[in-house]
């Protein structure tokens, strides 16, 4: 796997804050104590390191983490498992979406989390490694990360949503928050993060080399999904559900790289001050 670059840079971050509070750029440089020519040059790439941090103690971000990011000075370490998890990276446009494949090594039953826009590299691993699909998760339904589901779905996996986002195909099932599911030693609960979309979740999965959070668009390495329409609660859940997982999780991100908790906590400007 290349190393996949991250989805956002230091303007995406701000630019979600501030759509995420409905601030105009009049409003926000006044905020931040700064001028609407300087606003408006760090939202165009340029690093003014003074601007920067008054706009991000304005939209309360991470003043540090922000400038890292915006420095390029930062890239998630990459946790390694010794067995039972792959990661797929497929074009969208002008993007790359991920999608994820668990197993328990010793019954061969596997689950897949998203599509991505080509389900052929997962089918062949899934062949490769003589697994069964048992089950297809999504993280939520933006056709990015459904895209090639009827081929997916011919394996006879079920196809499982949240109840509040179901996937809208023929004997797909849904299912609440904190339902759980079993994959011979692998253990997994939903988690509702919504925000980004209504129904999107995070599945958190034991039994793995390491504590494995599958949070789709809930958020990525240094930032997070958008939600023009509810930021503030989708921070909120971030916060509540997976910022309050161990700190060894390894969150598999719906765009950009892995990363873990940890690693979050330090750098990512949406959870940093």
């Known amino acids: 796997m290349p190393r996949i670059p991250l989805e956002d840079n230091f303007t995406d971050v701000i630019g979600k804050a501030q759509r995420g509070y409905k601030l105009t750029d009049t409003t926000l440089a006044d905020k931040a104590g700064i001028t609407v020519e300087d606003l408006v040059a760090i939202k165009g790439g340029e690093v003014r390191d003074h601007a920067i941090r008054a706009v991000a103690h304005a939209l309360g971000l991470g003043r540090d983490a922000l400038m890292s990011l915006a420095r390029r000075e930062w890239y998630p370490e990459q946790a390694i498992f010794s067995r039972g998890f792959a990661m797929f990276n497929t ?3 002008n993007l790359t979406v991920n999608s994820y494949l668990v197993w328990d090594p010793r019954s061969r039953l596997a ?13 062949d691993t899934l062949a490769g490694e003589k697994l069964t699909l048992r089950y297809i998760f999504l993280t939520h339904t ?5 895209a090639d589901l009827n081929r997916l779905a011919t394996t006879g996996a079920e196809v499982w949503a949240s ?6 195909r023929p004997g797909a ?5 904190n339902a759980h599911f079993h994959l011979g030693e692998l253990a997994l609960k939903t988690l509702l993060t919504w925000g ?6 995070t599945y ?3 039994g793995l080399s390491w504590p494995l959070a599958i949070v789709g668009d809930s958020l990525f390495a240094s930032s997070m999904g958008g939600s023009a329409t509810h930021y503030e609660l989708q921070l909120r859940n971030n916060k509540q559900k997976i910022l309050k997982l161990p700190l060894d999780t390894v969150l598999a991100c719906g765009h950009g790289p892995l990363t873990t908790l940890k690693q979050e ?4 400007p949406f959870f940093t001050r």
Not at 173 to 177: A, L, M, S, V
Not at 196 to 201: K, M, N
Not at 265 to 268: A, E, I, L, S
């Open 265 to 268: 906590k330090q750098h990512n």
């Open 111 to 123: 689950a897949a989390f998203d599509t991505g826009t080509n389900a052929q590299p997962m089918l």
């Open 173 to 177: 099932k849904i299912f609440q928050e």
């Open 196 to 201: 980004h979309s209504p129904g999107q979740t």
């Open 91 to 93: 074009a969208f446009e």
């Open 204 to 206: 958190f999965i034991t």
């Open 163 to 168: 109840e509040l986002e179901p996937a809208g």
């Open 142 to 146: 933006h056709p990015d990360h459904i």
